[in-house]
């Protein structure tokens, strides 16, 4: 790898987010926007933030709001005449604000802002002027060109992923792959940047999960561990004459993205070697283990792990011809409460894989 790869692989990953996609994908309230802050939290990403942008997201989705909300109020009208009068309400003006505002204030947290400032103005003026990408001879975007010289500033520190429906900053609309327009590829070359351009957020993401750091599953399941009360594993064991050594034989820990920036949901399954004490001598139980399933939130910056709940126990063994069964304990959990679901058991015959 070229010495200037190694640099731009060393650099931080920024994402960029064009007021377009912010308001189609709801602030980042969408199932693809979540995905998005799950693989930034991953990577240890950041969302850049230029100036611009950031005055506009709550301009445009103030606008968008307003418009559903007229929406709402036109259908609703000839509702009432269909059915007769029903109360209804639906945000004001003044909620529609502070919704926008409060949204970007929890995603603060990834925030890296740049300011508009005098020499960006200058900038993007020239640039108007030139009649360059995101310019055209007859088509001026003054705002979009201040928006690339904050980009060009983030790319002297952050590997940027640039996310737009723009299709003047591209260098083939219609085929979003081939990247930038060619004088904004080589103003990246020339400070020695790193800069991929998107139309969507699902082909980012695509590139995103590359660098995504692995979560550690064996750290997790010894905080999941910590929360457990392992008495009251002991006790479902003994209820069934085994003993729980404690040896933790394998660990499956799957996570999913939330609409909270700062938690992740968890599944995980747990499984223990078990001892069985029965003294059983005619009907011995071999290779007895314990499946602790359930799920719980997880905080990759604090390392924190909260509401930890068991979905299930599931004790496995084999007898002495190597058929396997399966018992296993249900829970659910209503008003806090853990209540016993049942108890299923299973047997079935193991068969050896077919090659």
């Not at 994402?15 to 602030?27: A, H, Y």
């Not at 928006?147 to 609309?173: C, G, M, N, Q």
């Not at 009251?232 to 404690?246: I, M, N, P, V």
Request: net charge negative; hydrophobic share 40%; proline share 4%.
């Amino acid at each position: 790898m070229e010495g200037s790869e190694k640099a731009a692989e060393a650099k931080a990953i920024c994402v960029v987010i064009d007021t377009n996609i912010w308001r189609s994908e709801w602030l980042l309230r969408t199932a693809r926007g979540a995905a998005l802050l799950f693989n930034l939290r991953q990577s240890n990403g950041v969302l850049g933030m230029p100036e611009v942008i950031e005055r506009e997201i709550v301009k445009h989705t103030f606008a968008a709001g307003v418009d559903c909300i007229e929406k709402i109020e036109s259908n609703f009208h000839m509702l009432c005449v269909l059915v007769g009068s029903t109360a209804y309400e639906v945000p004001t003006v003044e909620q529609l604000q502070t919704h926008a505002k409060s949204r970007l204030d929890e995603l603060k947290s990834l925030f890296v802002p740049v300011p508009f400032t005098l020499e960006h103005a200058k900038s993007a003026l020239d640039r108007v002027n030139s009649g360059l990408p995101p310019n055209g001879p007859k088509n001026q975007q003054y705002k979009d060109s201040a928006i690339w010289e904050a980009i060009i500033d983030l790319a002297r520190s952050y590997r940027v992923y640039f996310l737009t429906h723009d299709k003047a900053f591209f260098r083939d609309p219609e085929k979003p792959i081939k990247g930038l327009a060619d004088n904004l590829a080589a103003e990246c070359r020339k400070i020695g940047g790193d800069i991929h351009i998107y139309r969507d957020i699902s082909s980012c993401l695509e590139d995103l999960q590359k660098h995504a750091a692995p979560l550690d599953r064996n750290e997790l399941a010894i905080a999941i561990e910590a929360k457990i009360v392992f008495s009251s594993l002991e006790k479902a064991a003994a209820s069934r004459d085994y003993s729980l050594t404690g040896e933790r034989i394998s660990v499956s820990i799957s996570p999913f993205a939330t609409e909270q920036i700062d938690k992740l949901a968890l599944t995980f399954e747990l499984t223990y070697r078990l001892a069985d004490v029965s003294e059983n001598e005619t009907a011995p139980r071999l290779e007895p283990t314990l499946t602790v399933k359930g799920n719980c939130f997880y905080n990759p910056t604090t390392k924190e792990v909260s509401n930890v709940l068991k979905n299930a126990e599931v004790f496995t063994w084999r007898d002495i011809t190597g058929q396997e069964f399966t018992n296993t304990n249900h829970y659910v959990y209503a008003s806090g409460s853990i209540v016993l679901g049942g108890l299923t058991t299973v047997a079935h015959t193991l068969r050896e894989p077919v090659e």
